[in-house]
């Protein structure tokens, strides 16, 4: 089973400029969305579990339930937590199988984030377990101080103090639909990203919060009784900029979610005669495959980049 941490991953998408996507699944039918659109394209994957999911997908069963699903999939793909708020919770996924954890200590001191961090990379490297840490602050929209973008010095004081395999960073993307204010041009500081090139030549950075938040998907989510208002998001040209310097790994959650809520609004809206589930979770599925599909091919260019006769089991 090419179940893999996500170091080398990243290390080979730094070195060829492109990135992996890591998305964030709630259900099987969006992991196996996920799979199956890496798979076509020929591309790694990383399947993403906020604390809330994997309590939701039943924690001492992922690993099981995700292998049994993946039985088929050929390409590299990890299981990974995403914003973990405690060594606790890193401990327990490592301890559950997850391949890759993101210890987020950005709430803490530069210090405290330093301790933290130093201590879930001794047990998961210990392990054979990839972390991910966080500098600066991805829930800014408020903040005109510019206090929250990563300072490419700490960063590489970070990374060689804790032993972190990647950092995600803050220069401009964010969490949720509304990226940037109404009426704000959408930008990304890749000055940040190039001036911690120069000091961390080929380490991988993480792009959290780089849904683009399309037009299109939120008409649907509005049209069949969504109310999403000032939605905003990463315009992709920014992400292949960002992509080109030093990101590595992009997060999407927004994006996938709306693609598969959007969809499966629309088929309970429409299909009115039958009430078997896969009639409306299946176009939920395929939307959110089509989603992923689409990033790896357009955006991330990740896609052939897993030889198609080399055997990863
Ligand atoms: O950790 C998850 C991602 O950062 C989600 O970002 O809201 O832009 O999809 P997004
Ligand atoms: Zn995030």
Known sequence: MPLVNTIEMLKEANRHH??????????????????????????PVILSFSAGSREFMHPGNLKALIETVAQDITIPYAIHLDHGKSFEICRACIDEGFTSVMIDGSAHSF?????????????????????EGELGGLDAIDKNDGSHFTNPEQAKEFVLRTGVDSLAVSAGT?????????GEIPSLRLDILKAIKELLPDF?????????????????????GGQLQGAVGIPEELLKEAIAINVSKINIGTDFRLAYVGALRKSLAEIVDRYEPRHFLAP??????????????????????????????
């Open 18 to 43: 492109y990135a992996v996507g890591c998305f964030n699944v709630d259900s099987l039918a969006m992991v196996q969305a996920v799979l199956c659109a890496a798979e076509a394209s020929r591309s």
């Open 111 to 131: 210090e405290e984030n330093v301790a933290i961090t130093k201590d879930v990379c001794a047990y998961a490297h210990a392990r054979g377990v990839a972390v």
């Open 174 to 182: 964010g969490h949720g639909t509304q990226k940037f204010r109404p």
């Open 204 to 224: 991988p950075l993480v792009f959290h919060g780089s849904s683009s938040v399309p037009n299109d998907l939120v008409a649907q989510f509005n049209r069949y």
């Open 284 to 313: 939920a599925r395929t939307a959110a495959q089509k989603l992923v599909s689409d990033k790896i091919n357009r955006v991330f260019m990740s896609a052939n980049r897993v030889e198609t006769n080399k055997s990863n089991h």
